[in-house]
């Protein structure tokens, strides 16, 4: 049996599709067993983990280990390579990283491959093989936190866009839009580290009791979510067209303040602008917050809505305000780890500041923090949720790394949960900042002072 879970839709679950395909080619009773399962998950959502998305997680099991043709040397464990005379798999778990790249978006560095993407109207390189290596290592964590570590995971790189013949020669982990499941299976011999049995090698990835702690039990990796009734009419309202163009015409052009009592529907007017500049144009934006109960809720909602957070296809992340600088001063040197973060998190913001107004932290160190990890950094748009709770030495640090323009301020009027009063436009240019107040549905719109 070939289950398919997780998003229904995009490139990820085409990719779904093309799996399930070459393993027919090379099993064809496979979709119809009961005693074999392989499942892919589509879209994979790792809340807790610094790496929360995953393109596809593969995960199968056989009741008796099949047999699959034997194309490469294999690489075992104890032994020098050697083309084995038999080979069979009995289970295996792969996350896949999906890339549709053509050749002339994809460059090989020897066997580390990296794609470029458009983001601000500029040209990046992203290395995908690091990328995929590290969502290996946090998918590793999270099955971890689950009792669930005795389990080998093979990354793996599939370029729908690319052939066999324009990748390196191998070993290495990527596979091409043409590959066979066997091809995939051949990988796994030679990166995977297999056991070797005199001339046979059978590919197993863990025991059948672990394999079905991860695809049943209690841990419900495989389990879709199912949307609530309250989970429907969030989705809803947050989908549904209404801001006016003219809102989103000024993101990213100028500072936009959000103005009104608590109750009027600010937050959900952050999210509807993020969500159709995602819809519309392929935006990346952030939301911060100092609400961790509504980070839950809202990265629950996208997940529900199948709102990625890609570098190359744009997406919507939630994230707090103190986990975003976190990232931020350990990308930066001024932490080196987590430990006893939060407990002296405004002497570590103190120092950002100081390295900041002493040019120890430059200009370029904080391009760079965009340039080489994209996915935590490089974002159209910056959405900041009860932005009258901001000190002013956090919105200071936000603008030195992001700019005012790409900023939108949720501005709570009389809802001061933190000591002082947030001034947004404080350091802008006069007629840089538009205030947009919000009186139980009526919108006011006027420049800031």
Not at 410 to 425: E, K, L, N, P
Request: hydrophobic fraction near 40%; charge should be negative; include cysteine.
């Amino acid at each position: 049996m070939i289950e398919i879970v997780g998003v229904q839709e995009g490139q990820e679950h085409e990719a779904a599709l093309h799996i399930r395909r070459l393993l027919l080619n090379v099993w064809p009773d496979l979709g119809q067993g009961r005693r074999d399962t392989v499942k892919i998950f589509v879209g994979f959502k790792m809340y807790g983990q610094s790496v929360e998305d995953l393109d596809l997680v593969v995960v199968g099991v056989f009741d008796e280990p099949r047999e699959f043709a034997v194309e490469y040397k294999f690489h075992p464990r104890e032994t020098e390579p050697f083309v084995p005379r038999q080979a069979w798999v009995k289970n295996f778990a792969l996350l896949i990283e999906v890339k549709s790249h053509d050749a002339g978006g994809v460059h090989f560095d020897d066997k580390v491959a990296s794609v470029r993407y458009m983001r601000n109207g500029t040209a990046r390189w992203e290395c995908v093989t690091e990328k995929n290596r590290t969502q290996m290592f946090e998918l590793k964590k999270y099955l971890a936190r689950h009792g669930l570590d005795r389990i080998h995971v093979q990354d793996l790189i599939l370029f729908t866009g690319l052939r066999e013949i324009d990748l390196p020669e191998r070993p290495h982990n990527c596979v091409a839009n043409d590959a066979s499941f066997e091809r995939y299976l051949n990988v796994l011999g030679q990166i995977s580290r297999p056991h070797r049995n005199g001339n046979r090698v059978t590919l197993s990835f863990g025991t059948d009791e672990a394999f079905k702690g991860v695809l049943a039990g209690k841990f419900g990796l495989f389990e879709a979510i199912e949307p609530t009734p309250l989970d429907r009419r969030r989705m809803d309202i947050i989908a549904k067209k209404s801001v006016p163009d003219e809102w989103l015409n000024d993101l990213g052009k100028r500072q936009t303040i959000l103005r009104g009592r608590g109750g009027v529907g600010k937050t959900v007017n952050l999210l509807q602008m993020a969500y159709r500049s995602y819809d519309q144009r392929q935006e990346r934006s952030l939301l911060l917050t100092f609400n961790k109960a509504l980070v839950a809720d809202l990265r629950r909602t996208m997940a529900l809505l199948g709102v990625p957070r890609s570098v190359e296809n744009g997406g919507i992340a939630i994230e707090t305000a103190h986990g975003f600088f976190g990232r931020a001063m350990l990308a930066l040197g001024v932490i080196s780890d987590y430990d006893g973060f939060l407990d002296d998190f405004e002497h570590h913001k103190a120092n950002l500041v100081e390295f900041l107004q002493t040019g120890t932290i430059s200009a370029e160190d904080l391009l760079e923090l965009g340039r080489g990890s994209p996915a935590d950094f490089d974002w159209d748009l910056i959405f900041v949720d009860e932005g009258q709770d901001w000190p002013q030495d956090e919105i200071d640090i936000l603008r030195r790394i992001f700019g005012t323009k790409r900023i939108t301020v949720s501005d709570g009027i009389d809802q001061f949960v933190r000591d002082g009063v947030a001034d947004w436009i404080a350091g802008t240019a006069k007629g840089s900042v538009l205030s947009r107040c919000k009186l139980m549905g009526n919108i006011v719109v006027r420049p800031a002072r």
